[in-house]
């Protein structure tokens, strides 16, 4: 079954700062992967996702991710953090034991300080 | 803009009643999702359903039931509300064909059993 795992429970940086937010997969077949991020007291949101199309990835807010097959990792990187970037992120698979089931990392809050 | 709708964001109920979670979708979705977000854990899946009248039991059902009586609603109960079951629910729905789209999220629903 496919699976995710997001290294750090919290990241903390400054503002202007490089944002990394590390995820791994565990997966025998190119996975479908996403990044989702949720604001306090909201729902998620997509931020990005990986197509196959490309191995790095543009989203929103100035987001991106890079595909790497060969460490099976799809960190989410923003060169310069923006106190409004202060949010849980999630990532996630599509699918499990052969249905569309999205499947989430612990998450990992990043904390901007001014 | 297309949504997801979480009948309540706070509900407060007391220990012993039964409880009702609605949410609704007008995408057209097939599948649709409830899940259960714990600090620490993410988030983990109660149930999950596929089409109208269809079920599927996610990591955690016990002390849950749902109802889907029409494609764009889908109900999760608390048979008999517990403290233990204090939490935020998260609704989603997603598209069951195609595995490389998201899952759209409602706002969530913040419950405290007393």
């Not at chain 1, 496919?2 to 997966?27: D, F, I, M």
Request: proline share 4%; hydrophobic share 35%.
């Amino acid at each position: 079954a496919q699976s995710v795992t997001q290294l750090g429970s919290h990241v903390s940086v400054s503002e202007g700062a490089l944002v990394l937010l590390r995820c791994n997969y565990s997966s025998s077949v190119p996975p479908y992967l996403f990044w989702y991020v949720q604001y306090p007291n909201q729902g998620l949101q997509l931020l990005l996702k990986y197509t196959s199309a490309a191995t790095l990835v543009k989203g929103i807010n100035g987001f991106e991710a890079e595909f790497k097959k060969s460490e099976t990792s799809f960190h989410l990187t923003k060169p310069s953090a923006h106190m409004s970037d202060a949010a849980e992120y999630f990532c996630a698979v599509s699918e499990r034991g052969g249905s569309y089931i999205p499947t989430f990392g612990r998450g990992t809050s990043l904390i901007v300080h001014p | 803009d297309v949504k997801v709708t979480q009948s309540s964001r706070y509900l407060v109920k007391r220990t012993g009643e039964k409880v009702f979670l609605e949410c609704v979708q007008d995408m057209d979705h097939e599948n649709m999702f409830w899940y259960r977000q714990d600090p620490g854990l993410g988030l983990r899946l109660i149930y999950f359903s596929y089409d109208v009248k269809m079920k599927e039991k996610g990591d955690i059902p016990e002390g849950y039931s749902v109802s889907r009586e029409k494609k764009e609603r889908f109900s999760l109960i608390l048979e008999s509300a517990s403290t233990n079951q204090t939490s935020m629910y998260l609704c989603a729905s997603s598209q069951h064909t195609n595995p490389n789209t998201e899952a759209f999220f409602g706002q969530g629903t913040r419950l405290t059993v007393v």
